[in-house]
């Protein structure tokens, strides 16, 4: 592979969600190699959005209505003339416990993190056939999907719906659009204290992960940046893990087998 396998210039890439947290982390990777990037929140970014002496474009657009994902594309391929890649990073859910979540705050939920992803993936799929060189898609998923999600039911439900929607398109689109997912573990951001708390609670959070810290946006945006490259040429339907080993085991903490066996 050439030394430039990861140099995206004169490429368009998409990052939903992208005015913050790990959605503006992927957005800054991928103007840092070269490409133009455009991202789309409801909210622009605080700050713009630069890198190596690059901006990204903002977008508003609700990802959940399917009218403002047409015009989003739209926009995007006027202004461009293509779309290489797709990022579905829109998503997320507050605390919000099983018995007592409304029907609509379920619906809502799935919206954003299932249903607008596939609705962006249909319309990103449309422009990237007619590419000579196609296109990718990657999906960022969470470890909620892999395991109980407790406070975030529905949250964790649509992100296990991603991972299976990631090897569905993935074989109906292939060969031209590979599809692909990253199942982020947790990371810190401007929200982490909703989810951890206080400095002291991050720092609890943090000792239960192998690698020992939460994950930045830049270690997700890295990961993005893989999958979306020709190093990545022969990876689709795929979901790489980025959870800096997951989490220690709770058996582990609580056993005693080492003190009896002593």
């Keep these: 592979m050439t030394p430039d396998a990861l140099d995206f210039t004169g490429q368009t890439v998409l990052v939903t969600g992208g005015a913050r947290g790990v959605g503006r982390g992927i957005a800054a990777r991928f103007l840092e190699r070269g490409a133009d990037v455009v991202v789309c929140a409801r909210h622009p970014p605080d700050t713009p959005i630069a890198a190596a002496g690059r901006e990204a474009r903002y977008v ?14 739209t926009t995007v391929t006027e202004r461009f003339g293509r779309l290489d890649v797709l990022v579905n990073n829109a998503g997320g859910s507050p605390f919000a ?9 379920s619906a809502s939920i799935i919206a954003l993190n299932l ?21 990718s898609i990657v999906n960022v998923a969470s470890v909620s999907g892999t ?16 991972l299976n929607l990631t090897q569905t398109l993935a074989v109906e689109w292939a060969p031209k659009v590979r599809v ?24 609890a959070v943090a000792r239960t992960v ?8 830049g270690d997700i945006a890295d990961v993005c940046l893989f999958l979306a490259s020709p190093l990545a040429s022969y990876v689709t ?18 056993a005693n087998a080492q003190e009896v066996a002593r």
Excluded: I, W
Excluded at 60 to 72: G, M, S
Excluded at 117 to 134: I, K, R, T
Excluded at 151 to 159: D, L
Excluded at 210 to 217: C, V
């Design 60 to 73: 508003e657009a609700d990802v959940r209505d399917v009218e403002a994902c047409k015009a989003l594309v």
């Design 237 to 254: 339907g795929a979901s790489v893990l980025a959870h800096g080993g997951g989490e220690r085991p709770a058996f582990l903490g609580a």
């Design 210 to 217: 192998p690698l020992g810290r939460l994950a930045e946006p």
């Design 97 to 105: 416990l099983s018995a007592t979540a409304s029907p609509r705050f």
């Design 180 to 203: 692909n997912a990253v199942t982020a573990g947790l990371v810190k951001t401007e929200q982490s204290h909703l989810h951890y708390g206080d400095e002291a609670g991050l720092a």
């Design 115 to 135: 249903t607008a992803p596939l609705q962006l993936a249909q319309l990103a799929n449309a422009v990237m056939q007619e590419q000579p060189d196609g296109g």
């Design 147 to 162: 395991r109980p999600s407790p406070g975030t039911a529905a949250y964790g439900a649509a992100k296990a719906g991603l």
